[in-house]
């Protein structure tokens, strides 16, 4: 145990009520934090830094900024003020780390034990890459990826290739890649990848370049190490490799937010069970609640606004619960017909876990 940690200085500006410190680049949400009213504020938004942040002022002149765009017929650099002249589009969608739900895996991976809270749903505005790539003559003939670069400052006397941040994901994602300049309403802050980000909906969220330097269409992934060996879905005990699948789009998910997440003592009577929903790369059909650990299920009720199918959904399963012991679950259904699924996904990095029954909540009413 010990005492919380405070927030480092670059997101000084969070909500410390909000957040469980692992470390100055692993900070998550609390699970009885989150609301039902679909966005996750930016105070209480998980941070997941792989390097440190860079130094703020890159926020300076944030319209300065320079991106190169490559693997397109007229390749450019441009600035935050030559993309926000090209177009504005607004995507809500789910922020959600790799290894959000690591924490419940019993054979505890390496890596930040994060339980709910690595995730968020936030709101982006932008340009759809689809929009440059047009406005630069479109992709170059055989190019199957979409490679971003953070523009972090690398440290010295290592193998750039061995920390730099930079991810590729199938160039078809581009048709809903945004590049960002505001997250919820304002500029992305430093913390969140500001002053340009690259939003990749539906895709976990290492595929979500903050300070993006360099758009580049391409026709391999990079060899980038976070890339190459890093993210990758590989057996129990085994090292990650580029054989092996890449950490990419989500699956369908959903956790109860409430009630019994906050440790306060249970009133037998009515309560309302809440929590999230999404479906990745689908829409979320349904979710279903369940007072006993799974044996049975009824159906929950949608609650707040559909801002689309990247983002999340709320719902809600008002219930009466008598003095006793009851495991609550919830379990999501996409569009698509795929069901959350009780087990998780085994393997060495404790990536994707969809898993229901981990994300059980346990509750004792009096
Ligand atoms: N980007 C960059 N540039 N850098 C780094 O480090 N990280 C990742 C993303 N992006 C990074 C980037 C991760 S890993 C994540 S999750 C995310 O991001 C987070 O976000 P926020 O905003 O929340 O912090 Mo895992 O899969």
Redesign the pocket.
């Given at each position: 145990a010990g005492a919380a940690k405070p927030l480092p200085a670059y997101v000084g500006w969070k909500d410390p009520a909000s957040l469980i410190v692992h470390s100055s680049t692993t900070i998550e949400t609390k699970r009885s934090v989150f609301g039902t009213s679909v966005i996750t504020p930016s105070e209480q938004?998980?941070?997941?830094?792989?390097?440190p942040a860079p130094d703020v002022s890159i926020l300076g002149n944030r319209d300065a900024w320079e991106i190169n765009i490559e693997g397109v017929k007229n390749p450019r650099k441009l600035t935050l003020g030559d993309l926000k002249r090209m177009g504005i589009e607004t995507t809500a969608m789910v922020?959600q780390?790799?290894?959000n739900g690591r924490g419940y895996f019993p054979n505890k991976p390496s890596g930040t034990p994060w339980q709910v809270g690595?995730a968020g749903c936030v709101v982006w505005s932008g340009v759809p890459v689809r929009w440059v790539v047009d406005a630069l003559g479109g992709v170059e003939a055989g190019m199957a990826y979409l490679t971003g670069t953070?523009?972090?400052k690398l440290p010295d006397g290592l193998d750039p290739k061995s920390v730099i941040?930079e991810r590729s994901v199938p160039a078809a994602a581009l048709a809903d890649a945004l590049l960002a300049w505001e997250m919820n309403g304002v500029p992305i802050s430093l913390?969140?990848?500001g002053p340009l980000r690259l939003i990749v909906p539906g895709y976990?969220?290492?595929n979500?370049?903050?300070?993006v330097k360099r758009l580049a269409f391409t026709a391999q992934e990079t060899d980038a190490r976070i890339m190459s060996h890093g993210?990758r879905i590989s057996p129990p005990g085994a090292k990650g490799d580029p054989s092996q699948p890449s950490?990419q789009e989500m699956t369908v998910k959903s956790w109860i937010n409430g009630p019994g997440t906050d440790g306060a003592p249970l009133k037998a009577g009515d309560t309302q069970i809440h929590g999230v929903a999404f479906g990745g790369m689908n829409a979320v059909a349904k979710v279903e609640v369940s007072l006993d650990g799974g044996k049975t299920w009824q159906l929950a009720r949608m609650v707040g606004p559909d801002l689309g199918r990247f983002a999340w959904r709320q719902f809600v399963f008002a219930a009466r619960l008598p003095a006793g012991q009851f495991t609550l679950a919830s379990r999501a259904t996409d569009t698509a017909g795929n069901v959350q699924p009780e087990q998780r996904m085994e393997n060495a990095g404790g990536y994707n876990n969809t898993s229901w029954a981990d994300h059980a909540v346990k509750v004792s009413v009096a």
């Open positions: 938004l998980y941070i997941r830094n792989n390097l922020l780390c790799s290894g690595a953070g523009g972090e941040v913390a969140h990848g976990t969220g290492v979500n370049i903050k300070y993210y950490v």
